[in-house]
């Protein structure tokens, strides 16, 4: 009896705290209480999200993101910002990348001139669908040929929602493992002017908002059409990510006497002043809501992509662990094509055809103005999860995609090397940040917790 009534009691006292504020009467609903219900523009509960993700995700994408497959993000992190001169310069040693040296690299990825068998058996299936042309018309004239070369060179970037950093020299392997996307002291006058041009310039915005707030609040995101929403969801679900993971890998303490790799964990303030509903006109909430949008918008693309991915060799030159890289990729991709509640792709771009085309410019534009970012590692994890994100929309929207299941089983090259690490890397961060969220709640219910038992004892 008596410990059931404690127990009671202690749940009492967590929902008391939870949804009045109770132990903290200044800050109310400071908490995860309106982080409820369904997700915008979806068919299903945060809650099912919660599940789904911590239990049967996560765990998963933890570990097939520590192949070496997905653990080398190549990245041009040299090309100049094409809207404005950077005069950032990062004051804390954490904001600089490691890149990785040949040595480090796994053998299928070694060797700038020698090409690997990847980019090898790509221009071979590129060249075999060259040769189709040949059936159809044995008659092409050799500047056919190019032109046509051309055409699908051109399709193929038209296709692209993102600026893709290509064969160019200046690109080197970055080994993501070893440099997590954490807190790096990047803020200022350079930080806010890469959100401010995001969603200022290049986000759709209702026509009389304000510009003195960065984001469009919730009441009046009614007054954008269903694609426009969509785009600003995913922006701001990028955003509460990326700002989530600040947070809960926070620089502690950078004691020069202490551990010189600086002390790192969950810090919960932060996270309330970047989300609690007094510190964000009550926004806060909304931006975590998005975040759930966007983490369903790209499980979709996955889950839509799957047939292709399946067939991917995962080609690293180590024949075991591509083996196990495979098998964990289908794993994956199984548990995710059976949940029911992806986010609906068809519901989008049946009416305006400039709509299509206006969402793919703007969002390669955000894609550019990744180049701007002026502390390297946040531009490492800024511009591959904007790729990753874009690579999302290029499944979902490019209608390459469609019927892939009804296709013949011959492998067509439909996504870079780049892409699917930048893809399901992205996904990660994203699943990521919602399992951090259960931390945070808990981190704030345990709070919750002592404080009432002072109280009852
Ligand atoms: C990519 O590589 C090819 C062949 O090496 C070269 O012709 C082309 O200019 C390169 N593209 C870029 C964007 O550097
Ligand atoms: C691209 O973004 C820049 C920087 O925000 C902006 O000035 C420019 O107007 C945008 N261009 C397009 C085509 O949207």
């Given at each position: 009896m008596r410990g059931s009534r404690v127990v009671l009691a202690v749940h009492f006292a967590v929902f008391v705290q939870c949804c009045s504020g109770y132990f903290n009467l200044e800050k109310e609903n400071d908490c995860f209480c309106n982080l409820q219900g369904k997700v915008d523009e979806c068919s299903c509960n945060i809650d099912t999200v919660d599940y789904f993700n911590n239990i049967k995700i996560y765990p998963r994408l933890k570990s097939l993101l520590e192949k070496d497959y997905f653990r080398y993000f190549k990245v041009n992190l040299?090309?100049?910002?094409p809207f404005w001169e950077d005069d950032s310069k990062c004051?804390?040693?954490?904001?600089?990348?490691?890149?990785?040296?040949?040595?480090?690299?796994?053998?299928g990825l070694k060797g700038?001139?020698?090409?690997?068998?990847?980019?090898?058996e790509v221009n071979e299936q590129c060249s075999e669908l060259n040769n189709e042309y040949d059936h159809l018309d044995t008659t092409l004239s050799e500047k056919a040929q190019k032109d046509i070369d051309?055409?699908?060179?051109?399709d193929d970037a038209t296709?692209?929602?993102?600026?893709?950093?290509?064969?160019?020299?200046?690109?080197?392997?970055?080994?993501?493992?070893?440099?997590?996307e954490r807190y790096t002291g990047y803020k200022g006058k350079s930080a806010r002017r890469i959100w401010e041009s995001i969603y200022l310039e290049n986000c759709f915005r209702p026509k009389y908002s304000s510009n003195l707030n960065l984001y469009i609040q919730n009441g009046i995101l009614s007054e954008l059409c269903l694609e426009e929403r969509v785009f600003y969801r995913a922006i701001s679900g990028l955003h509460a990510s990326i700002n989530t993971h600040l947070s809960a890998i926070y620089l502690l303490s950078d004691n020069k006497f202490g551990d010189p790799k600086g002390v790192w964990g969950p810090n919960l303030q932060e996270f309330q002043r970047r989300f609690s509903e007094e510190t964000t006109n009550g926004e806060g909430p909304n931006w975590l809501r998005n975040l759930y949008f966007v983490y369903l918008l790209e499980l979709r693309a996955l889950a839509k992509a799957a047939p292709y991915l399946e067939k991917e060799e995962y080609y690293t030159g180590n024949e075991n662990e591509d083996w196990d890289t495979q098998m964990a990729i289908?794993?994956?991709?199984?548990?995710?094509s059976r949940f029911p509640d992806h986010f609906d792709e068809k519901i989008m771009f049946n009416g305006d055809k400039n709509l299509k085309y206006e969402f793919r410019e703007h969002f390669r534009n955000?894609?550019?103005?990744?180049?701007?970012?002026g502390c390297p590692k946040c531009k490492v994890w800024g511009k591959l999860q904007t790729q990753g994100l874009g690579t999302a929309l290029k499944i979902l929207f490019s209608g390459k995609f469609d019927n892939l299941e009804n296709t013949n089983s011959k492998k067509r090259f439909q996504l870079q090397r780049n892409e699917i690490v930048a893809l399901v890397n992205a996904i990660g961060r994203l699943s990521t940040s919602i399992y951090k969220l259960?931390?945070?709640?808990?981190?704030?219910?345990?709070?919750?917790?002592?404080?009432?038992?002072n109280i009852f004892n």
């Open positions: 040299k090309r100049e910002c004051s804390m040693r954490f904001c600089n990348v490691e890149s990785c040296g040949e040595k480090d690299l796994p053998p700038a001139k020698n090409e690997n068998k990847y980019t090898k051309l055409w699908n060179k051109y296709d692209n929602f993102c600026i893709i950093d290509e064969n160019d020299s200046d690109s080197e392997y970055v080994d993501l493992l070893k440099n997590p289908k794993d994956l991709l199984g548990v995710i955000v894609s550019r103005i990744m180049d701007c970012v259960d931390d945070f709640k808990n981190m704030l219910n345990n709070k919750g917790v002592n404080k009432n038992n």
